[in-house]
Structures are given as structure tokens and as C-alpha cells.
């Protein structure tokens, strides 16, 4: 059983910084690209940024020169670190691995961790 554990979110001021972390646990043999999306109340999930085991990063074009993806390998865990917090960026973020796992290839979720940006 594979698992992604979210934390890290919270409620902060428009500019203000979060960084979540999202760390993979349970039987597996390789991840391979992790990513953050999100979904804001109503609208559908879209995705916030992506990187590959290597560290090669993408983001959306929201979120460029805001957020930064990132991930220890060692730690199974990948992180978002966002600044310049806005309220837009509100919304329930998901952490998302691809991985090689014993039953092959295949794509987890994590629960959500909601992020709220409110004066």
C-alpha cells in the first residue's frame, strides 16, 4: 500500500509564504515524477507544478516566479514552497506521485491540504 502524506497548509495574508511538503510511504521501488495541484471551490483541478526524479521543474504559468517545486529523493518527499501569496491562490492542494510500484506502474493522490490566503 503506497501512501502520500500532505502538510503544510494553512491560512496566511495576501504576500505571505507556505511551503507544504507531501512524503510517499509504503511499498514501492521508484518514484518518478511528483506534482502539486490544486482546486479552488467550483472550478476544476488543475495542475501547479511538476518535477521529475531528476529535478527538472514546469510550472503553470500562474504560479511562475511565485512557487518553487522541489523534492528530496532520499526522503521520498517533494515540497512547494509558495511566496507572494495571493488570494486567488486559494484552494485544496494535491500532491500527486507517478511510481513503480509491485503491482507496475502506477499514479497516487493525496488527501489535500487546504491553502487559504485572506486578509
Known amino acids: 500500500q503506497v501512501q502520500l502524506v500532505e502538510s503544510g497548509g494553512g491560512l496566511v495574508q495576501p504576500g505571505g509564504s507556505l511551503r507544504l511538503s507531501c512524503a510517499a510511504s509504503g511499498s514501492f521501488f521508484t518514484l518518478n515524477d511528483m506534482a502539486w495541484y490544486r482546486q479552488a471551490p467550483g472550478k476544476q483541478r488543475e495542475r501547479v507544478a511538476t518535477?521529475?526524479?531528476?529535478?527538472?521543474?514546469n510550472y503553470a504559468d500562474s504560479v511562475k516566479g511565485r512557487f518553487t517545486i522541489s523534492r528530496d529523493n532520499a526522503k521520498n518527499t517533494v515540497y512547494l514552497q509558495m511566496n507572494s501569496l495571493e488570494p486567488k491562490d486559494t484552494a485544496v492542494y494535491y500532491c500527486?506521485?507517478?511510481?513503480?510500484?509491485?503491482?507496475?506502474?502506477?499514479?497516487?493522490w493525496g488527501q489535500g491540504t487546504q491553502v487559504t490566503v485572506s486578509s
Open positions: 518535477i521529475t526524479r531528476g529535478g527538472s521543474t
Open positions: 500527486n506521485a507517478d511510481l513503480l510500484g509491485l503491482v507496475g506502474r502506477a499514479e497516487y
